[in-house]
């Protein structure tokens, strides 16, 4: 049931006692905001203050990209892109942040952007995102078959979103929902639709990512999905380290090969390192819950995703400690999938599949974690997990592009 | 001559005793108009009202599109979008619908579009008119030729209207043109210029597409164009007839041959049928006229095209009978060429050549037959054009893809 | 030093006794001038008067371009286009332009240009600026590699700029600076940031295009440029002359072979002329300075460059005095390279390489030559440089595509 509480955009909703407002700020029928911005003060709610505000940017290869941030006062300020497939742009919080420095440093307009460009690597044009949707026709390393490119990391992250809206509680904590519909919708190819959202409450150090992705066709349809998560400075840095519960890690290729022995320990900015890239297999507990963190060298800083490996079985960790110019970053990848072309992750039996009307739901917590209490925290979760598990360090790729 | 009426926007055309009045809704010279509205009541025009509105869309990859909406409110309601080449989206009246459900539901904005991907498939990311014009630089199926991708269908149909204009004419019954130029420029390669115009006389059940395209480079130029027309529910269903007068049938490929039995009715939204294309050579009058037609079951509803054999010699039929979410939908297609690549048409002798400075005109009358009487009444032209001439059936397509 | 004088846009700068205001039209940070206007009056600046104005287009393939023009009433009319890399589009004065009739006709927004179209050719659907930059990742004809394109001419003039700035001397004669960051940044890939000036004093025929490349990664990057600057009617015409002091002349290819006798003379637009290219070794003074020129046939009309050889060491002829339907221009293209493939290029030497934050800076005046005497002026230097140095006709490309 929906109920206009207010001319233009607030809307009561009762879902039992849930009560909540919520303004569309896109919808292909008709809604748009450009510039846009509430508060809890204007909103009349008392607890943590926030502040939601919508921008549309200009000039160079960015114009009319919208950026959408929360601010939340003493918790997070967390900004994305309904532009860019509601990517995650950075994340900030007690003088922490979540991101990194591209060299790419405009938030780019998909218009601008040809995926298939440099041989399918178009996608590095654009990519600078805290964390940005590698999905869902396909995802990974570029691939040409039959005379078609299967571009780097797919569209989702280049497709900008058809609805977007966002919802804040009425009740204390005042739970903030910001949504996204993704169209990946070719006649004959894909009726695939992804709602993303993002929850937050105001005044926490976590924010959860709860996407559906539905296959609308009525027949069934692959698809893929890496949730390509970055963290540079001022957690990265040498000695900072990785910390995850896994089975088993193997080098993504002979170049990794080469850091296996260190693999969870990061080196300062290093001319030359370019990227290593290591396959991990997770152990989660009983419920599939499993978690992953990247943590500063003294351990009082950190970022950490937990994930679920019913829907997520693979994690990705992408070493790129190359100079602070080139994008000095870590990648934390939960995925369906590991980063080959689509062709080896289907013929390796990775790749997933939809039946008509079916629907897969991905959920992941990413934490700021602002002190060694914190970092703390996960690292005994994570060693818990881990028990006496072994991690078996397998040292020959287990495919080759 | 002309001359200013009122400020802005109102022109008196005088052409003998015509007189009209004139909006340039878009001019690369100049004016630009988004939303924008004009009325017979308030234009004080006696007769069948009718409306006038353009809006600017927003949202996913639609942002930026117009859509030119004329609504006769005892007649049809029409759609076209100026910035995806005058394309018609839908037509609506006495409860028919003209046109179909594709699984892209949006009018996506050339700029989100890159035609050579998925190897020279990237039409099929816009394709949900119904009415698209498939040339004219080149048409059909997607070929590569010396490095160079002739992607499906060709550009005009995903070509941003240069100028817009909308005509009312000063006499009852006031009938409207919509005019539109594309300009498919590109240095060395073509000057091929389209002024595309539809003309309604608000009340009506018809409309006339009457389309001039002149090469205005100083070399002769290929040209091709296929206008691709879709109609769906509530015409398209079990045992909905395609009714043409034609000398011969024959089918596209292997797959079509299985159809020929049949070819002339529509099964029910079928999973796994994919898609059938006949390629049909129409008969006509001593004029040229021919005319087509989608008719329901019943014989109480339709969709009929109305063409000239002089300027559009063949006729495709498509049957996408596949389910309602993939698009369950045919097309008449009357054109210069069948649907194959451009490299066999030429080899085939059906490619088409324009002088320099010279036009090529294309009149098609679509009617929207909202009756038994109006579907009867096509139905009895077809049977007359048909006459003696007996259906030659071939078993094999005329060329391999 | 900054200093803010008037809210909003007016700032001086204070460098030694310089000072000036300058306007921000276009800053990813923040600023977003659409539709903007100054001039002298309103700025109470005496001597010649001026414009700046700002138009955003629209229609075609040109929604959203942005042109910049600059009005000098006794002297030059220059106008630019942010939105494409501030490509110069065409300059009047004297009655004299410079500046050339493509078949493209609209400023088209990068937005709707796949450089990947055509087999690599997809710039020619946006070519008719009377000076495009052609770089700086790489230039010239398209070739593939690695099954990757390296399409014609780069992407520089297909780059909205991120950031421009409109810069006026407090001080007569009141030169105008206008500037603007092109950023051709792809993560792993490049990190080229160019700032493109113009500088103009009012009243003058001559301005200066100082142009600073920075290579912003950490590694070295290869770069090449090409100044195609394009001129047609009313200089070039039958008989009319291309000057410049020059070691050596070789023809681009067999065709060009044909035109060697008399590559200096242009025809007048002549049908199946097509182009000819010539390549050409350009003398330079003790300061590496030389100049090349188009005169019409009277002597009395043209176009001068004055450029670096140190900077620009090769300078391309493009003969294209086709019809003037088919664009009847020529080209004076100062660069560090000819326009063959990068491959060719790099295995030649001529590709030049820029090391982690180093900048190289290029330099060239035009002039638009009015009358008999800026003509003879021209001429004159020109044959000081040539002195006795007789120009080597090479009669043998020295690359073959």
């Known amino acids: 049931m929906h109920k206009t509480l207010l001319a233009g955009a607030v809307i009561a909703m009762f879902s039992g ?18 510039d846009w911005r509430i508060d809890s003060r204007q909103l009349k709610l008392s607890g943590e203050p926030f502040t939601l505000e919508q921008q549309v940017l200009h000039g160079g290869k960015q114009e009319g990209s919208k950026v959408l941030t929360l601010t939340s006062k003493n918790g997070l300020t967390i900004a994305l892109s309904p532009t860019r497939g509601m990517d995650l742009l950075h994340v900030n919080g007690h003088g922490v942040r979540l991101g990194w420095d591209s060299p790419v440093d405009e938030v780019v307009n998909p218009a601008y952007i040809n995926l298939e460009s440099r041989n399918g690597l178009g996608w ?5 995102e805290m964390m940005v949707r590698c999905g869902f026709e396909w995802t990974g390393h570029p691939v040409t078959k039959d005379g078609r490119i299967y571009t780097l990391h797919g569209k989702a992250g280049n497709t900008p979103a058809s609805k977007v809206e966002v919802i804040v509680d009425d009740q204390a904590p005042h739970e903030i929902r910001i949504r996204g519909l993704l169209k990946e919708n070719t006649f004959k190819k894909a009726r695939l639709e992804t709602w993303t959202e993002l929850r937050y409450v105001p005044g926490a150090d976590s924010f959860t990512l709860h996407d559906v992705l539905t296959n609308q066709a009525d027949y069934p349809h692959d698809y893929e999905i890496i949730y390509h998560s970055n963290f540079s400075t001022p957690i990265l840095e040498e000695n900072a380290r990785f910390l995850a519960p896994v089975k088993s890690v193997s080098p993504f290729n002979d170049y990794a090969k080469k850091g296996l022995e260190n693999w969870q320990t990061y080196g300062a900015p290093t001319k030359d390192f370019d990227e290593m890239v290591f396959n991990l297999q997770p152990i989660a507990d009983s419920n599939g819950k499993t978690v992953a963190a990247v943590v500063n060298s003294k351990g ?9 490996t019913r829907q997520l079985p693979v994690l990705t960790m992408w070493k790129n400690t190359d100079t602070l110019k080139q994008g000095y ?26 039946q008509p ?8 917590t990413y934490s700021l974690l602002k002190d060694a209490s914190a970092v703390q925290k996960v690292e005994e979760r994570i060693k818990t997990l881990q028990g006496e598990t072994k991690i078996n360090v397998e040292q020959t790729p287990i495919a080759v592009e």
């Open 17 to 34: 006692q849930a009560a909540a407002q919520s303004w569309v700020l896109t919808d292909t029928q008709g809604t748009e905001k450009g």
């Open 124 to 128: 590095l044009e654009g990519f600078n």
């Open 300 to 308: 009082d800083k950190g970022a950490a995703i937990e994930f679920d």
């Open 329 to 354: 970053v870590t990648g934390i990848e939960p995925g369906t999938n590991y980063a080959y072309p689509v062709t080896i992750e289907k013929e390796q039996g990775r790749v997933k599949q939809l």
């Open 357 to 364: 009307g079916q629907s897969a739901e991905f959920t992941l």
